[in-house]
């Protein structure tokens, strides 16, 4: 019997999601004492235009494509979005801010990257995974192996891989 041809609704039904990455931005910046004090605007707009050659490839322990997105406060804020990352400012607190975002997308694979042991711990308890500020520190990657599958998480992640639990 032949297979009948799909719906309209199955050709069009798009695939999983991208892996939601969101970038504790203050936290990442400040983890590199390269001057960013005297510019943190400047120091925001720096760390985007890094985080953008991502998108595609992923971040070491984290697969591609990713969707970016880069949360401010502060002094950083008025950082445009560029293509590959969407800059949000945190109305109060940007570790509030990245909760919330991660715990909005439950449908789909969150990875948040801090350093920040307490956010680690809010961000965890919504389902969401964690890497450190070194993930993003490099150039940018060929694609990742998919979660689960590849080495181990990155040396500036606590101990923690994508998944959030102690490696």
Do not use: C, F, K
């Not at 940018?140 to 500036?156: F, I, K, N």
């Amino acid at each position: 019997m032949p297979t009948p041809p799909p719906t309209a609704e199955a050709e069009h039904s798009p695939g999983p999601a991208p892996t939601l990455l969101i970038v504790d931005g203050a936290n990442v910046v400040g983890s590199v004492p390269d001057g960013w004090w005297r510019d943190r605007r400047g120091a925001a707009e720096r760390l985007r235009d890094r985080l953008a050659g991502y998108a595609a490839g992923g971040v070491p322990g984290v697969a591609g494509p990713l969707e970016i997105v880069l949360v401010l406060e502060g002094a950083a804020r008025g950082v445009p979005s560029v293509p590959g990352v969407r800059v949000e400012e945190a109305p109060g607190s940007g570790d509030d801010h990245i909760v919330r975002l991660a715990a909005a997308a439950v449908d789909r694979v969150r990875v948040v990257v801090t350093a920040d042991r307490e956010l680690r711990h809010r961000v965890t308890a919504v389902g969401a995974g964690t890497v450190g500020p070194r993930a993003v520190h490099g150039p940018a990657q060929e694609p990742a192996p998919r979660p689960g599958s590849g080495p181990g998480p990155d040396p500036g992640s606590g101990g923690r891989g994508a998944s959030g639990q102690e490696q």
